[in-house]
């Protein structure tokens, strides 16, 4: 069983940053693909980055690529998403979530976290 918890999201003006930590706990966490999705209220959740067990395969949604970083720390059993240049339509419900496969699809992902909201005023 693997639990996710995340943090660190706010309230930011359009151009700033911010750092979002997904705290995991299970003794085979570091074994698992971790992503990051988003979603806003009627819209579907949508993929933003994911990044292998092992740290090495990273990929990210066309919308954030150049500025989010998604990074993990096997020691310390977390995740983050570094988010640089922020815009209005960043603005979202972001979720951690971890899984068997290397995948942008939600299907593949079997844990998730409650969530902490990113809003970026213009």
């Known amino acids: 069983q693997v639990q996710l918890v995340e943090s660190g999201g706010g309230l930011v003006q359009a151009g700033g940053s911010l750092r979002l930590t997904c705290a995991a706990s299970?003794?085979?966490?570091?074994?698992?693909?971790m992503g990051w999705f988003r979603q806003v209220p009627q819209k579907e959740r949508e993929f933003v980055a994911r990044?292998?067990?092992?740290?090495?395969?990273?990929s990210y949604a066309d919308s954030v690529k150049g500025r989010f970083s998604i990074s993990r720390d096997n020691a310390k059993k977390t995740v983050y998403l570094q988010m640089n240049s922020l815009k209005p339509e960043d603005t979202a419900l972001y979720y951690c979530a971890a899984g068997g496969r290397e995948s942008a699809t939600i299907t593949a992902y079997d844990y998730w976290g409650q969530g902490t909201q990113v809003t970026v005023s213009d």
């Open positions: 299970g003794r085979t966490v570091s074994l698992y693909n």
């Open positions: 990044i292998s067990w092992n740290g090495i395969r990273i």
